[in-house]
T-cell receptor
Framework: QKEVEQDPGPLSVPEGAIVSLNCTYS??????FMWYRQYSRKGPELLMY????GNKEDGRFTAQVDKSSKYISLFIRDSQPSDSATYLC?????????????FGTGTKLQVIP | EAGVTQFPSHSVIEKGQTVTLRCDPI?????LYWYRRVMGKEIKFLLH????????ESGMPNNRFLAERTGGTYSTLKVQPAELEDSGVYFC?????????????FGPGTRLLVL
């Protein structure tokens, strides 16, 4: 069983829609939860991060973590064509004082104008 | 400020050949990470340098892979001899210091195809 499970999509939505992206994980040692965005032919870019259960909002983006269910989500409100990218959930733990990151497979999102 | 750069952007080689990938981290970043994404799979950790020392190389698949970071600046990842299953995208990332929650900044990746 993979430590992090993420539906690869692809997910296609009309402009303005609310997008929900989700991941589950099995390792309860994960302490730090992240969402990366990756445009085609580019490297992943950190979009949001959170340490604890609950919601964290940044503009049109909300990250949600439920540690009891081992479930994280990213919501995108008023989605724009520029949001079209692959979204990777990632989780990390403290390994000898350094961050060791485990990624999901990524969900490819297309926002249609 | 320049981001993480990787060279080459693409490489096509034949099975049994040698390939060397290079990563230049953001200037001043002590931590340098190598990751790999095989088609259809998730990005997986390969190894982590702190300055010139290997902090964690638990993700290196086998002894055909050799990573170096001489002088604690740029890093190379050599695959010798390359096998078909080594095809994928190799990412490098760097982060500044010793706080475990700090952001890792990724390069654009090197796309390796072994024929």
């Amino acid at each position: 069983q993979k430590e992090v499970e993420q539906d690869p999509g692809p997910l296609s939505v009309p402009e303005g829609a609310i997008v929900s992206l989700n991941c589950t994980y099995s390792n309860s040692a994960f302490q730090y939860f992240m969402w990366y965005r990756q445009y085609s032919r580019k490297g992943p870019e950190l979009l949001m991060y959170t340490y604890s259960s609950g919601n964290k909002e940044d503009g049109r983006f909300t990250a949600q973590v439920d540690k009891s269910s081992k479930y994280i989500s990213l919501f995108i409100r008023d989605s724009q064509p520029s949001d079209s990218a692959t979204y990777l959930c990632a989780m990390s733990l403290n390994s000898g004082g350094y961050q060791k990151v485990t990624f999901g497979t990524g969900t490819k999102l297309q926002v249609i104008p | 400020e320049a981001g993480v750069t990787q060279f080459p952007s693409h490489s096509v080689i034949e099975k049994g050949q040698t390939v060397t990938l290079r990563c230049d981290p953001i200037s001043g970043h002590d931590n340098l990470y190598w990751y790999r994404r095989v088609m259809g799979k998730e990005i997986k950790f390969l190894l982590h340098f702190v300055k010139e020392s290997k902090q964690d190389e638990s993700g290196m698949p086998n002894n055909r892979f050799l990573a170096e970071r001489t002088g604690g600046t740029y890093s190379t990842l050599k695959v010798q001899p390359a096998e078909l299953e080594d095809s994928g995208v190799y990412f490098c990332a760097s982060s500044p210091g010793d706080r475990w929650r700090e952001t890792q900044y990724f390069g654009p990746g090197t796309r390796l195809l072994v024929l």
